[in-house]
């Protein structure tokens, strides 16, 4: 087991990757600590990990709420004693709109969740992690819209929280990196997830998405998972800073 008693804590835990990488992360030994918005769709999803009794707990809790978020990291910590991982999956997109046409609200609303969100959670974790000999593994999970726009889907505010995150990434690699504390960052490609789901239904839509890709299918929510555990564990102990594209080889290819 790679992450055998190790503390894990999974932001966006309700969606399907987050599901996933806790599944993952409990198969692999790890106590994970569930945290989302809504504390009934968690405790649902949270019913379909094995020893889901044992080895997790749900706690609601909203990013863009500073208050919130401390009492939640003081909260696990006093339970568990420490934070060994942090998977910052939380996060948003809006309709795929022409920039201009955006409202004030939707762009404070995106960079709340994605950035400020993502900065909240891990400050107060990265404080706890220092007061831990081991260190720690922070992997955020971001988009490979980080590195490209898309012709006729206007996502460019999106897209711009998501580059930020990877130069987050390797900010704090770097910052953190003497106090044995990694940063690395995963950014998924299309994914059979969240709002992609839908679109997957109809087998025409389903087959021009996988006649794009390089590998000729569209991801799962495992693909994202299996990264996100060699990251957290001892086999990457000398990876730190990296943005691994896990998108079937799209990044690579030019279509």
Known sequence: MRLKDKIAVVTGASS???LEISKKFVGEGAKVVLLGRHMDKLEQVRKSIPDY??????????????????????????????????????????????FHEMQDKDLNSLIDINLFGTFRITKLTLIKMLENEKGGSIINIGSISAERAIPKVHLTAY????????????????????????????????????????????PEARKI???RQPLNRIGQ?????????YLASDDAKWISGVILNVDGGKSASEG
């Open 221 to 229: 929510p495992e693909d994202v998972a299996h990264a996100a555990v």
């Open 159 to 202: 897209c711009t929280t998501k580059a930020a995150i990877n130069m987050f990434t390797k900010g704090l690699a770097v910052e953190y990196a003497r106090k044995n504390i990694r940063c690395n960052c995963i950014n998924p490609g299309i994914v059979n997830a969240g709002m992609i789901k839908s679109y997957l239904d109809y």
């Open 16 to 18: 399907d990757i987050g």
């Open 53 to 98: 009794a044992t080895k997790t707990v749900a706690i609601a809790c909203d990013l863009t709420n500073e208050a919130q978020v401390i009492q939640t990291v003081n909260q696990i910590v006093d339970h568990y004693g420490r934070i060994d991982i942090l998977v910052n999956n939380a996060g948003t997109i809006t309709d795929p709109i022409h």
């Open 209 to 211: 998405l996988e006649d």
